[in-house]
């Protein structure tokens, strides 16, 4: 039973520019949530993803947007990098637009922005 | 913002001895859940409590909760080196439909 998996595991990024951080499910999942974790801090709601649409929105500018594939995996994009982007990010998944029940989180993202 | 606070910020105990952290929150929920995570990586879900529950066991877990001080406790008995991590409270606050998660208490169990 394949675990919640996010690529790449480490990535460092300079000022401005943008990245894409990726997302798989646990197998027969079908919802997708992305959380930013700064360092010393609790994970923060980005944004849900469920049926391929944004269905949750949390505190974060337009800056942050994703996508959902039709085999439920997600991206993550963050444009125009500021200093204080540097978090981990980690992808959680669960069924049915429930992002309110047991979340199964990957291991996460490391983002580095110099 | 960050919906609950736990306490205390850092615990450290001898390996066998009880672990207890607090965790507290501002508003009404409908449910409010313990993950645990190591070295920074991803978080594991350890237990969920519904906001009608007052008591839940899971192995060496106890978790209580007490909705009229928007509080709850989790208790890990006989305490192991493996359990060394960071342990965060989960509120689903009423009408919010997303996770707000505390700050953590940092555990370290001495072995």
């Known amino acids: 039973d394949a675990g919640v998996t996010q690529s790449p595991t480490h990535l460092i990024k300079t000022r401005g520019q943008q990245v894409t951080l990726r997302c798989s499910p646990k197998?027969?999942?079908?919802?997708v949530s992305w959380y930013q974790q700064a360092l010393g801090q609790g994970p923060q709601f980005i944004f849900q993803y469920y049926e391929e649409e944004e269905r949750q929105r949390g505190n974060f500018p337009d800056r942050f947007s994703g996508h959902q594939f039709p085999n439920y995996s997600s991206e993550l994009n963050v444009n125009a990098l500021l200093l204080g982007d540097s978090a981990l990010y980690l992808c959680a998944s669960s069924l049915y637009g429930r992002v309110t029940d047991t979340q199964y989180f990957g291991p996460g993202t490391r983002l580095t922005v110099l | 913002s960050q919906q609950g606070e736990e306490d205390p910020q850092a615990l450290s105990i001898q390996e066998g001895e009880n672990a207890t952290m607090n965790c507290s929150y501002k508003?009404?929920?409908?449910?409010l859940q313990w993950y645990r995570q190591n070295s920074g990586r991803g978080l594991v879900h350890l237990i969920l409590i519904r906001s009608n529950e007052r008591e839940k066991h899971s192995g060496r877990l106890r978790v209580t909760l007490d909705t009229s001080k928007k509080s709850s406790s989790l208790l890990i008995t006989a305490s192991r080196a493996a359990d060394t991590a960071s342990y965060f409270c989960a509120t689903d606050q009423t009408g919010a439909n997303n996770l707000f998660f505390g700050t953590g208490t940092r555990l370290t169990v001495i072995p």
């Open positions: 508003t009404s929920i409908n449910n």
């Open positions: 197998s027969g999942h079908d919802t």
